[in-house]
């Protein structure tokens, strides 16, 4: 059985699609936690209902790679290299699960609800406490630290793929000119 | 796969470094306040806490106690705002009354400001305010309340408050007459029940219209009281407090003054006239007080911007800082409380259980 050399649309869209959203939410969070300015409540509130959103995505996300064909690395990479690349893959999404759950649950033991767009309201799925705040507090920033430097290690790796290697594994993601 | 030039490859990795090494500085400095104005939360609350920060409490109104009761609502605020407190019912709350200052032992009896929090409801009906004493904020802006606690922060060599830094602060800034008018006109009272609480800043109330009414409230006292309390005792409210709930409940008639189309919501540093429309919302009935660590209130971050529906944010800069300002706050203390399950909130109660 051939595999494909590149992703296929659904998982291309989904993740061109998540890169923005990821940047914007990385901004925006950065940002919001240390102004005073009005705008802060509005951006809280666009970052609440885009994490959720986010959460949607990811898990919409990993059914397509998980029932879906992925393109082999090419031959030209080492064994342990593709281990790694891998592994790296899975971090990521490990880290864009940990992201909109940590601050999911961080508002609910804060005993604040997380509305989506002032359409609906998650339901709470822990008690209020502020021990529990302040772990998912934590972890909401720690993540956000460790997803910052694992998009960076990866933009690195795409980019040498494509600019230095040549070896398709950019354009695998990307799209082939036909 | 095509064949590179050589001499390209050393262009090829600065278009790397370049591209990766931007995004991260990039990041790195917005996370360092790039984009920010003049103060951030940070700061402010880096300036509220002092240089030995008491942990696991509030950076600021660090000594308090918990209460518990209800809101009788009498209905009449439910032609302007469709949040449930104020149909004819009525709501429990937590709460929290507590005296202005970072540290967690201070005496009652010298504090400028006390306070009056209130939580009722929950979810899209939640509603958290934070009231205080004086019915004014001496400056609009937060960069210039940032400046107001500087100058009134004891010099770190004398531990002295810094009189001529306080006057050169009030006499650039004009804004700040009315509070000082109030400040000096105001006695303290002999209990905490006997205390007008402000909201200070202005809201809406939004009907089931979309109209919407910008308003201030208070809670009013129904009881005064001026008996001598035990100056040495630095606990001398709060144990009036409790022996007073103990006894009764104690209330506070919740009124609202509407504003005019004259007023300006947006500026917490001017009073409205005295002859707004005022309309008594209901009474707010403490039944029970206890320390913090037996109550439930010492998780609550009382954000003035938790809003029912109902009820909106103006656009007053004061208000939407304040809301950042104790995150951060709240961020600190709740991160140390995770760190340290053995911090208690009310170390003032520990020493009364071990008498």
Avoid at chain 1, 87 to 112: E, I, K
Wanted: aromatic letters at 10%; a neutral charge; charged letters at 15%.
């Amino acid at each position: 059985m051939s595999q494909p050399t590149t992703y296929n649309l659904s998982a291309r869209v989904m993740h061109w699609g998540m890169a923005f959203l990821l940047f914007s939410m990385l901004f925006a969070g950065l940002a919001m936690v240390q102004s005073l300015q009005p705008w802060h409540l509005t951006l809280l509130g666009l970052h609440k209902s885009f994490g959720v959103i986010a959460l949607i995505a990811v898990m919409v996300r990993l059914i397509i790679r998980l029932r879906t064909a992925t393109p082999a690395m090419p031959d030209s990479i080492p064994a342990l290299q593709k281990r790694i690349a891998h592994a790296s893959h899975w971090l990521l999404y490990a880290a864009m699960f940990a992201m909109p759950l940590s601050g999911y649950f961080m508002q609910n033991a804060a005993g604040r609800p997380v509305a989506v767009f002032d359409l609906f309201t998650l339901p709470a799925v822990m008690p209020v406490s502020l021990p529990l705040y302040g772990f998912f507090r934590e972890v909401h920033a720690l993540v956000a630290w460790a997803l910052i430097a694992l998009v960076l290690v990866h933009i690195a790796a795409a980019l040498h793929h494509g600019l230095v290697k040549r070896d398709g594994v950019l354009q695998s993601m990307t799209g082939r000119k036909k | 796969m095509l064949k590179q030039k050589p001499s390209a490859l050393p262009l090829r990795y600065a278009v790397i470094i370049g591209a990766v090494g931007g995004l991260g500085a990039l990041l790195f400095a917005v996370a360092g306040g790039l984009g920010q104005s003049s103060v951030t939360a940070q700061d402010f609350v880096n300036l509220q806490e002092g240089n030995n920060p008491h942990l696991g409490f509030r950076r600021a109104h660090a000594k308090g106690f918990c209460i518990a009761g209800e809101f009788v609502s009498n209905g009449s605020l439910q032609p302007y705002s469709i949040a449930p407190q104020f149909a004819a019912t009525s709501t429990p709350f937590v709460g929290r009354i507590s005296i202005a200052g970072n540290n967690p032992t201070a005496p009652d009896l010298n504090a400028p400001v006390r306070s009056l929090a209130l939580s009722f409801g929950a979810g899209s009906s939640r509603w958290l305010t934070a009231m205080n004493t004086p019915p004014v904020m001496a400056v609009g802006t937060p960069e210039a309340f940032y400046q107001q606690i500087q100058a009134l922060s004891p010099d770190p060599e004398t531990g002295e408050r810094n009189p001529e830094r306080i006057q050169a602060f009030f006499a650039t800034h004009p804004e700040t007459q009315t509070f000082r008018n109030w400040q000096a006109g105001y006695t303290p009272t002999a209990s905490f029940a006997s205390e007008i609480y402000h909201s200070i800043n202005a809201f809406y109330l939004i009907n089931e219209n979309g109209d919407r009414q910008a308003v201030r409230w208070a809670a009013m006292p129904t009881i005064s009281s001026n008996e001598e309390l035990d100056s040495e005792n630095v606990n001398a409210l709060q144990n009036e407090f409790f022996a007073r709930v103990e006894a009764q409940p104690v209330a506070f008639d919740l009124t609202f003054t509407f504003a005019n189309d004259s007023d300006d919501e947006t500026n917490p540093t001017v009073l409205w006239p005295e002859d707004r429309q005022q309309v008594v919302a209901g009474q707010i009935v403490v039944h029970q007080a206890m320390p913090e660590n037996e109550g439930n209130c010492n998780e609550i971050n009382f954000d003035p911007l938790v809003l029912p529906k109902g009820m909106a944010a103006t656009a007053d800069p004061i208000l939407r800082a304040r809301s950042a300002a104790y995150a951060e706050s709240y961020r600190r203390r709740a991160r140390e409380h995770f760190l340290n399950s053995s911090l208690q909130p009310s170390p003032q109660k520990e020493s009364e259980n071990s008498q």
